[in-house]
């Protein structure tokens, strides 16, 4: 089973969202073509799922400002503007995504004391999701996987599908992903590659 593994593609990370990802909304049309020409058996999102007082919110850190580095139960935590928090437009799937075509819906980061950038456990590990339980049961061997933003979520999402679904192969497809930072970008690049996450393009995937 060939499964394609959309990452966080909400208006909150598109240009007008709350934590807006560079041309976050152009991955749009080319994810489309993906689920509609891409010759995946199923399709599984996640979507990034705050309370409002999501502790890694820089609004809940006196004198924070967002992008500071400050702490979350103890650990590092970039402080990110509010964003995506839960029943607001801000959470929603950019409007131009096929949706339809969603075949699982992955919530994360609804833990107000750890952030959650994977889809798949959150990052102090300590809990995981229901996405690679699912993925198993649906006997997937191929994950592609892309969206925002390829140096948080997307990244760490890669390379929990690794550690968590050995067996797997994974790709990550650049084209249909953009990241906040562009050092972030090129090192998140390297990571995955170096964790043994294939780097594809949608021509590629569409060429085949
Ligand atoms: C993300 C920062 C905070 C992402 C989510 O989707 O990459 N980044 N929450
Ligand atoms: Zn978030």
Not at 153 to 166: E, G, H, I, T
Request: with cysteine; proline share 5%.
């Amino acid at each position: 089973m060939k499964a394609l593994l959309l990452i966080d593609i909400q208006n909150g990370f598109c240009p007008g969202g709350n934590l807006p990802v560079a041309d976050g909304d152009r991955i749009v049309p080319i994810v489309n073509r993906l689920i509609e020409e891409g010759s995946y058996d199923l399709v599984a999102a996640s979507q990034d799922w705050h309370p409002d007082h999501h502790g890694s919110f820089a609004s809940q850190h006196p004198g924070a400002k967002p992008f500071d580095m400050g702490t979350l139960s103890g650990k590092p935590q970039v402080l990110w503007p509010d964003h995506c928090v839960q029943g607001t437009p801000d959470a929603e799937f950019h409007g131009d995504l096929n949706v339809d075509a969603i075949d699982y819906i992955q919530q994360k980061g609804e833990n107000p004391a750890v952030d959650s950038y994977s889809a798949f456990r959150d990052n102090d590990h300590a809990a995981i999701t229901g996405l690679a339980g699912y993925l198993r049961a649906q006997q997937v061997s191929e994950l592609d996987i892309c969206g925002l933003a390829t140096d948080y979520c997307v990244k760490f999402s890669a390379l929990d599908a690794r550690a968590m679904l050995p067996d797997v192969k994974v790709r990550f497809i650049s084209d249909a992903s953009r990241g906040i930072d562009a050092a972030g970008v090129a090192a998140a690049i390297a990571e995955m590659r170096d964790a043994g996450v294939a780097i594809v393009t949608s021509r590629e995937i569409l060429a085949d």
